[in-house]
C-alpha cells in the first residue's frame, strides 16, 4: 500500500468560499485535497482500514499521507473530483472488476491488515520465521523482498499482478491463515484471521468465503 511521505505533498491554510474558518488544504501531482480525517502515528492500521473502505466505495480520491507523529487523509476537491472520476475512469477505479482482480484485491487487503496486526502480536522477529515459510510454499514469493513488495502495493489497483494466478492468491490465503494459526495457537489464529476478514469490505470480503480458520 503506498503511503504519501509528507516532503511530497504541500499543504497550506486557505479559507473556503460560504465557511467562517479556514481549512486546511492539500496539493499533490497537481491535483488539491482536504483534510478528511486524522490518525495517531500508532493507529496507522485503523488509517489504512479506513482509506482501503473510502477508495472501494469512491474510488481514488482519497489520499493517505505519512507526517511527523501521525498520518492524514485527504479527500480530492470535489471540483477535481467531478473530472477525476469521469465515466472514461471508471474501469480504473473498479466500479466494475473481473472475478480474478476481485481476489487478487481482497488477498492483498487481507495479507497487508494481517500482517500488520502479526507485527504487533508477535514482533518483527518472530513475524521473519512465518516470512520464511511462506515463501517456502507460495508460489511467486522467492524471498522476503517478494513480500516487502506486496506490502507497499496498493490493494486497490486495478493493475493484475503477474504472473500470479486465482489459484496462487487461494494458496496464499490459506498459508497466511495456517501459519497465524501455528504461531498464535489454533483459536486466538483463527479468531484473529476472522477478524481482519470481517475488517475488509464487501464485496471483496466474500472472495474470501475460503479462509476461515480451518488450519
Known sequence: ??????QLVD?????????KRADLRLTYQGQKYYLHQAFA????AQAQQQWQQLKLIHGDRYLLVREVGYYSLW???ELEAQIYTSPTDVPKI????SSELALQQA????????WLRLEDL????????????LCTVVPHLQSVLDLDRLLKLDPLSGDRLEPWTEEDFIVFDRQLDLLTQQKLGKQFGAELVL????????PLRGKLSGVRGEG
Open 11 to 19: 499543504i497550506e491554510i486557505v479559507t473556503i468560499p460560504g465557511k
Open 94 to 97: 473498479g466500479i466494475q472488476i
Open 107 to 114: 488477498s492483498l487487503c487481507f495479507f497487508q491488515e494481517l
Open 122 to 133: 508477535i514482533g518483527a522477529r518472530q513475524l521473519q520465521s512465518v516470512a520464511n515459510n
Open 195 to 202: 477478524d481482519v476478514i470481517e475488517s475488509i469490505p464487501e
Open 75 to 77: 479527500e480530492i476537491d
Open 41 to 44: 502515528e500508532i493507529k496507522l
Open 1 to 6: 500500500m503506498s503511503i504519501v511521505e509528507q
